[in-house]
């Protein structure tokens, strides 16, 4: 079996409660009601031992009826053992067994996340003992030690939760730290293809310019312009885009239209396979569209993912009769 702070703080509870019931029976000299003692004895045992370790595998916390246990415990122990001695004999040291063993319970109630209980348990203690003994004899007898254990219990138990908390919100710290390096690490490889991908497509023109001192070819020049719209699309709206709507772009841009692409973090929270369907969906709203000018956006909305709009030739004005598109696609699916 693991060795656990639990297994260990429980034996060792064991251990002292059943310590104080050795002190209980060591008479110097019988006492005129024994039986009373011995189901003292017998009570605090079995409270101790219910208190101590039901529900303790499961949860920490203790049931609200084992917690009742201990006070109803405490009530009783204290008054069947001094009354089971005779008058001269409840401050003798094994007569006064109880104070530190009651103690010992309310140090479990405290440490099994029952704090109302175990500082009941230490009122109702202070009561009997002073009610039997007189309060400053009690406190001479046992009853100091019974505070300072339950004190010493309430601090570790407050500081466990604080480091509990402690840990959680580091743990939380360093997985957002993780998911933020994993982030930019897919944002770095997505500026690398990019840039990869506008050396392919301009690399070539370039070479071509330089070459030819400016002097372009009219398909030489149409091919330029396509380019420098693709770059444009992928420097502000590359998440809007597949090879799909790729393609539906650049054959509006060769027909003549005037695409702009705008991405906004419209996409973002989205899964790959949302995406893939708003991407598709664009893709089919631009090959079907033959207005002259053509504005896609994906604004940061919570219902629309992306917007199309198609004007006429004549919509550099502000005419709404100029529009002749206006399509939306929403974050989620219809289905």
């Known amino acids: ?72 415990s405490t009530i009783a122990i204290p008054q069947l053992s001094n ?25 479990v109630c405290i440490v099994r996340r029952r704090p109302l209980a175990g500082w009941l348990v230490l009122l109702l203690l202070t009561i009997a003992s002073t009610a039997w003994i007189g309060f400053f004899d009690a406190l001479g007898l046992g009853l100091v030690g019974s505070m300072v254990w339950m004190v010493i219990a309430q601090l570790l138990v407050s500081f466990w939760h604080r480091a509990i908390r402690d840990t959680d919100r580091l743990a939380g ?56 719209g693709r770059l444009r699309d992928e420097i502000r709206g590359g998440e809007l885009l597949n090879e799909r709507a ?18 906004d973090g419209g996409l973002d929270g989205l899964d790959e396979q949302t995406k893939a369907r708003i991407r598709d969906e664009l893709a089919d709203v631009l090959a079907d569209s033959a207005s002259a000018r053509l504005i896609i956006r994906a604004p940061k909305d919570a219902r629309i993912a992306v917007t199309v709009v198609g004007r006429s030739a004549a919509g550099e004005s502000s005419d709404e009769d100029s529009v002749e598109l206006w399509h939306e696609i929403p974050r989620t699916s219809a289905d």
């Open 1 to 72: 079996m693991r060795l656990t702070v639990r297994i260990v703080a429980t034996v060792l509870g064991l251990v002292f409660a059943c310590y104080f019931s050795a002190r209980a029976l060591w008479w110097t000299s019988p006492p005129p009601r024994p039986l009373l003692v011995l189901l003292a004895v017998a009570i605090y045992l079995v409270t101790f031992a219910v208190i101590s370790i039901v529900g303790a595998a499961r949860s920490v916390h203790m049931p609200p009826w084992a917690a009742l246990l201990a006070l109803v």
């Open 83 to 107: 009354l089971g001695l005779d008058a001269d004999s409840v401050r003798a040291p094994y007569a006064t067994w109880y104070i530190g063993a009651v103690g010992l319970t309310g140090v």
């Open 173 to 228: 710290i360093q997985q957002a730290a993780s998911a933020w390096q994993a982030t930019q690490i897919v944002r770095q490889r997505e500026r690398r293809e990019r840039v990869q991908y506008a050396l392919t497509v301009a690399g070539p023109l370039l070479t071509r310019v330089i070459e030819t001192r400016g002097e372009l070819s009219p398909e030489e020049r149409q091919a330029a312009h396509l380019a420098e």
């Open 246 to 263: 790729r393609a539906t772009i650049e054959a509006a841009r060769a027909r003549g239209a005037s695409v702009t692409v705008f991405d």
